[in-house]
């Protein structure tokens, strides 16, 4: 990410409008978003790109886990920052190790800091 980019953003969930009203919040502070639907045994992760951060759901409908996704996109694109987004109130203990922050649903103002401050402390 170059200093006169905006950040790019993938949002993976379950739920559109949750995906739409994500990007939206995000959108609304300058982030650019892309977002990735999960189905039921699928996500279309993007297949490559410049993607700076992850704000991945945790809670998913589906029979792909987070923690698969987590491992797909290491795979896809290496040491990428992902936060976790849940209804729980802490980081589940499965993703400790893989995520680099959680937010609890329903704080946007708290997910907004979040991220910035998680690519803040990425290197240029």
């Known amino acids: ?3 006169n980019d905006s950040p790019n953003i993938l949002i993976i969930d379950d739920d559109q409008l949750h995906l739409t009203l994500y990007a ?6 300058g982030y650019k978003c892309e977002t990735a639907l999960v189905g039921s045994s699928s996500v279309d992760l993007p297949a490559n790109g410049a993607i700076d951060l992850v704000l991945l759901d945790y809670r998913l409908k589906s029979s792909v886990t ?3 996704i987590v491992r797909d996109l290491r795979n ?9 987004l849940s209804d729980l ?6 993703m400790r190790g893989h995520a680099t922050a959680f937010v609890h649903k329903g704080s946007p103002q708290y997910l907004l800091d979040t991220v910035a401050a ?3 402390r990425q290197p240029s």
């Not at 939206?24 to 502070?29: A, K, M, N, P, T």
């Not at 896809?76 to 976790?84: L, T, Y």
């Not at 109130?89 to 499965?94: F, I, T, Y």
């Open 24 to 29: 939206w919040i995000l959108g609304r502070q």
């Open 76 to 84: 896809r694109f290496g040491s990428i920052p992902i936060v976790v």
């Open 66 to 68: 987070a923690l698969q």
């Open 1 to 3: 990410m170059s200093a």
């Open 89 to 94: 109130e802490w980081m589940p203990d499965d």
């Open 118 to 120: 998680t690519l803040r």
